[in-house]
């Protein structure tokens, strides 16, 4: 199959996918804000962004650190099962260690606490995450599996969701489907991992579990750096400001994430093919492109953005559709940061640089939202996102431009 040809199904793929994963949530999200009231909901959104930071340190960067080993061994079976085996083996360790650090602070922390029987379901998230190994179909670039994949969690939550969950009383079978959706999904994934690709799981030795785990170091510090400027807002709105705030805030978050999502499909396709075949000329092209599109979508849908949170959310949330202004101007320079993040300077062995941008960027994030908290308002975040998401790509273009990858290799 040709670069063109291969690089066109797997967007194709993944752009299936993240169509799915934008629609989906925005047929549930409006039930569940109706069903639920706005206190019911913000809670779901809260405890959404706070079950995430597990995933984050159980996914450990391997999405990224793993992906380019794989992309690299594709052919050489015995070294992919002695990868996957090692981060597997890594993975379940930090699912352990999650799960008791989770248990310790919904007994201390009484926000937490209040509601610690839907944060504790909601962990079934993780350990179906666990088992999910996304970096292998993206490594091998056969991104059809990771699209059936989603799309049946997908599918399965919202058909679940509409025919259960009719009023506050049936509040904790929220997480539960979540959960069971994402469990199903990573066993099936491992399972057609063994089976089809002949990929052989063992014990991994202590030295492979230590390599794996250097390696992914850095990615899985510029996760959390990520985490602090995009999943953080959300918690720290529920803790300081309570559910309703974090339901206000959680709504157009996203919206805007939804937005970004769709560029999603372009960062998983060309990071292990940039990494592998060096393209740089395919790639500025695809670039252009989709530079040229991220304006006209964030146009649009600035001249819907008020019809639109008040068709999918209802009434209450007139306050989301002020702050959906302010993350669709962030739209417009995080798109070709993304593609210049880990698609060109991670792929091309700099990813020191891509990590260190996030790293940068949240420190100063997380400093403007201690020195906020007296004072603290949904709208000061939005703003704070905005700053912070310029920051990194002023970053990362001038490291495009020191190393001059533009000119890499150019076939």
Not at 11 to 25: C, E, R, T
Not at 107 to 130: A, C, D, K
Not at 307 to 324: D, K, N, P, T, Y
Request: positive net charge; aromatic residues 16%.
């Amino acid at each position: 199959m040709s670069d063109k040809k291969r690089l066109i199904e797997n967007f194709s793929a993944l752009a299936i996918m993240q169509v799915l994963n934008y629609i989906l949530p925005f047929v549930t999200l409006p039930y569940l804000a109706r069903v639920l009231g706005m206190e019911g909901y913000g809670i779901y959104i809260f405890s959404q962004a706070f079950i995430l930071y597990f995933i984050i340190i159980v996914d450990f960067g391997f999405e990224l650190s793993a992906t380019r080993e794989v992309s690299l061994n594709r052919n050489n079976p015995k070294k992919l099962s002695e990868i996957i085996s090692a981060v597997l083996g890594v993975k379940v360790i930090l699912a352990t260690l999650s799960l008791i650090l989770l248990l310790t602070l919904l007994s201390i922390i009484p926000q937490l606490r209040e509601y610690w029987m839907f944060h504790l379901l909601s962990f079934g998230m993780v350990i179906g995450n666990m088992f999910f190994s996304l970096f292998f179909y993206q490594g091998i670039e056969r991104m059809k599996f990771i699209t059936i994949f989603n799309a049946s969690a997908k599918v399965f939550f919202t058909v679940a969701i509409f025919i259960f969950v009719k009023d506050m009383s049936d509040f904790l079978l929220v997480p539960i489907f979540n959960s069971i959706g994402y469990l199903v999904v990573g066993v099936v994934s491992l399972f057609i991992m063994i089976c089809q690709f002949k990929i052989k799981i063992k014990v991994p030795s202590k030295d492979n579990l230590i390599q794996q785990t250097k390696k992914s170091a850095q990615f899985f510090w510029s996760r959390i750096a990520v985490s602090f400027y995009t999943t953080s807002n959300t918690v720290i709105i529920g803790l300081v400001l309570g559910p309703v705030s974090a339901g206000i805030f959680g709504s157009a978050d996203k919206l805007f994430r939804g937005i970004v999502s769709l560029y999603q499909p372009l960062n998983n396709i060309l990071y292990p093919y940039v990494a592998y075949s060096k393209n740089i000329k395919l790639y500025k092209r695809i670039f252009k492109f989709a530079a040229t599109i991220n304006v006209l979508i964030v146009l649009i849908a600035f001249l819907t953005t008020d019809i639109a949170v008040q068709i999918i959310f209802g009434r209450g949330f007139e306050e989301s559709a002020s702050l959906l202004k302010i993350f669709l101007i962030v739209v417009i320079f995080l798109m070709p940061s993304i593609l210049l993040g880990y698609p060109l300077l991670g792929a091309l062995g700099h990813a020191r640089e891509v990590n260190n941008s996030v790293i940068i960027a949240s420190i100063f994030h997380v400093f403007l939202l201690i020195i906020s908290i007296p004072f603290l308002t949904v709208t000061h975040v939005a703003i704070y996102v905005l700053i912070t998401e310029f920051i990194v790509l002023v970053y990362r273009m001038y490291y495009v431009k020191k190393f001059k990858l533009f000119m890499y290799n150019n076939k």
